[in-house]
Nanobody, 114 residues
Framework: QVQLVESGGGLVQAGGSLRLSCAAS????????MGWFRQAPGKQRELVAS???????NYADSVKGRFAISRDNAKNTVYLQMNSLKPEDTAVYYC????????WGQGTQVTVSS
């Protein structure tokens, strides 16, 4: 069974950058995809970015060109580099992994001030 631990959130000024990390304790090769959803207060959950076992990536239109997802298979870790952050990026970011079911990280708060 996969366990996920994520980190890297914080408070940053608009235009700044953060890098989120998500480490999977299970076998990364048994995971079809990993990525992040985010939830802002009073808003619905939305998919931010994902990366498949084959390395293909997908991004929400709102973050495309600013965020980049990558992986380090030696560390069983996925990263989300977030650049040119905007206040509307403020949310709790939840790492996920998909194999035969969804697994979730504990969430990390990202706050972007203007």
């Amino acid at each position: 069974q996969v366990q996920l631990v994520e980190s890297g959130g914080g408070l940053v000024q608009a235009g700044g950058s953060l890098r989120l990390s998500c480490a999977a304790s299970g076998n990364i090769f048994n995971i079809n995809a990993m990525g992040w959803f985010r939830q802002a207060p009073g808003k619905q959950r939305e998919l931010v970015a994902s990366i498949s076992s084959g390395g293909s990536t997908n991004y929400a239109d709102s973050v495309k060109g600013r965020f980049a997802i990558s992986r380090d298979n030696a560390k069983n870790t996925v990263y989300l580099q977030m650049n040119s952050l905007k206040p509307e990026d403020t949310a709790v970011y939840y790492c996920y992994a998909f194999s035969v079911r969804m697994y979730w990280g504990q969430g990390t708060q990202v706050t972007v001030s203007s």
